[in-house]
T-cell receptor, first 115, second 112 residues
Framework: GAVVSQHPSWVICKSGTSVKIECRSL??????MFWYRQFPKQSLMLMAT?????????EQGVEKDKFLINHASLTLSTLTVTSAHPEDSSFYIC???????????FGQGTRLTVV | DAKTTQPTSMDCAEGRAANLPCNHS???????VYWYRQIHSQGPQYIIH???NNETNEMASLIITEDRKSSTLILPHATLRDTAVYYC?????????????FGAGTTVTVRA
């Protein structure tokens, strides 16, 4: 069964609106989660590291005010795409590492389409 | 992080073994080799990882050369459902907050 779960699997929204994506760690507590973005025919690009109880760490070039990350509990991180534009349409994926330095588990991804 | 190099694409026949190479010539002594795959429109799936010994699980085998500068992922009996992009990544496994950097990977197409 899934170890990391994302919701929703897909969403269509209008330009200018905000969309929230949830990432839940089902089998273990995750003090750190990661958010990736993937455009068609490209690899995954890390956007930010979500830290439970503190501010997220964003990769260079990722706007923190546009991609709001909240990691309020050890099993839930949320990514909110604010004032979405068509160029934000992408596949968003989260992950969490198994405690003890083991493998990373990924959510099933969220397909965002901004119209 | 050590950089990895993989072939862009690979075809293999259904039922045959698929051997996926990966070069990681700058790998450090404390870095593990991880393999993930991504089936179209899904999140990546963990396959296997190793440090220096060969590893095998229900999905695949991982062969790491003695100098650790390269490795091969082996899918023993490829099926159509193994068609995916396969990523070879090296990382230190000691930290829960270690982030993964994905390269372009190898697009594997299994043909009937």
């Amino acid at each position: 069964g899934a170890v990391v779960s994302q919701h929703p699997s897909w969403v269509i929204c209008k330009s200018g609106t905000s969309v929230k994506i949830e990432c839940r760690s089902l089998d273990f507590q995750a003090t750190t989660m990661f958010w990736y973005r993937q455009f068609p025919k490209q690899s995954l690009m890390l956007m930010a590291t979500s830290n439970e109880g503190s501010k997220a760490t964003y990769e260079q070039g990722v706007e923190k005010d546009k991609f709001l990350i909240n990691h309020a509990s050890l099993t839930l991180s949320t990514l909110t795409v604010t004032s979405a534009h068509p160029e934000d349409s992408s596949f968003y994926i989260c992950s969490a590492n198994r405690p003890g330095g083991g493998e990373a588990f990924f959510g099933q991804g969220t397909r965002l389409t901004v119209v | 992080d050590a950089k990895t190099t993989q072939p862009t694409s690979m075809d293999c026949a259904e039922g045959r073994a698929a051997n996926l190479p990966c070069n990681h010539s700058t790998i450090s002594g404390n870095e593990y080799v991880y393999w993930y795959r991504q089936i179209h429109s899904q999140g990546p799936q963990y396959i296997i990882h190793g440090l220096k010994n060969n590893e095998t699980n229900e999905m695949a085998s991982l062969i790491i050369t003695e100098d650790r500068k390269s490795s091969t992922l082996i899918l023993p009996h490829a099926t159509l459902r193994d068609t995916a992009v396969y990523y070879c990544i090296v990382r230190v496994a000691s930290s829960n907050d270690y982030k993964l950097s994905f390269g372009a990977g190898t697009t594997v197409t299994v043909r009937a």
